[in-house]
């Protein structure tokens, strides 16, 4: 490797790494770019219809759905756009949970689902269910671990679709239980009377939780709770 034409094939190669991971650096980048170009330009015309409806004054029961569905939307792209750009916080919360779910209760949702689904569901492997329940309520130095009650509902959702608990039905489970606890706490319906978090966001959430990695559960976290918190 002293020879000159193995000198030049270095020096070659070094040129074209650097060059590759520049260019490639920079691809990425004007990708991105573009992307979030795109998403402003959404958001800014949802904002433009939303407020257009509003000036407008429609008063009829369509009007009103229009306008629902757009401030709906919009919410959804600025929820987008903040996880794009790693700014999600877990925000504009309801405070603590005025309705305490315990293993107890819990156990017996579990066990009023035996009669939908057959075979091994809602048949407990070990102690994860109970813990996934117990969890949501620790404390340290004092201070609750997870204070909201938006925050207790989408980390028992986290827990127990993870602790892999039963031989089958983690998920679906998991799910029937955070709507529970949603709807005890009125958080389930907005004021209107629709649901905060349509059955289809639910089912998605649900299979986000279970094929994601440890490392990505704060992320989940905070999207969950940006779905059922007051802004939603």
């Known amino acids: 490797m002293k020879s000159k034409r193995d000198t030049q094939f270095r020096q070659w190669a070094t040129r074209l790494l650097r060059e590759h991971l520049v260019q490639g650096d920079t691809i ?36 009103k759905g229009v306008l629902r ?7 959804a792209l600025n929820l987008l756009d903040r996880y ?15 309705f305490v779910l315990d293993y107890e ?50 980390n028992r959702l986290y827990f127990i679709v993870k602790n892999h608990a039963f031989s089958d039905g983690n998920k679906r489970i998991a799910a029937a239980i955070f709507i529970y606890f949603l709807n ?14 349509a059955d289809n966001t639910l089912v998605a959430l649900t299979l986000l939780i279970a094929e994601s990695k440890p490392e990505e559960k704060d992320t989940i976290v905070k999207v969950v709770v940006n779905l059922i918190n007051r802004c939603n």
Do not use: C, W
């Not at 569905?69 to 919410?75: G, K, N, P, R």
């Not at 794009?84 to 005025?98: F, Y």
């Open 184 to 197: 005890a706490n009125n958080m389930l319906y907005r004021a209107d009377g629709s649901k905060r978090l």
């Open 69 to 75: 569905e757009i401030t709906d939307y919009a919410y």
């Open 84 to 98: 794009v750009h790693g700014t999600l916080r877990i925000e504009k919360t309801s405070g603590k949970a005025e």
């Open 28 to 63: 990425n980048q004007q990708r991105l770019e573009e992307q979030t170009q795109k998403l402003t330009e959404m958001q800014q015309a949802v904002e433009l219809l939303s407020r257009t409806l509003e000036q407008q004054q429609l008063v009829n029961d369509l009007g």
């Open 105 to 154: 209760q819990a156990y017996e949702i579990n066990q009023s689902m035996k009669n939908d689904f057959a075979g091994l569901f809602g048949i407990e492997k070990d102690h994860g269910f109970k813990s996934a329940i117990g969890t949501i309520y620790q404390t340290f130095d004092g201070k609750e671990l997870y204070p909201s009650a938006e925050e207790k509902a989408a």
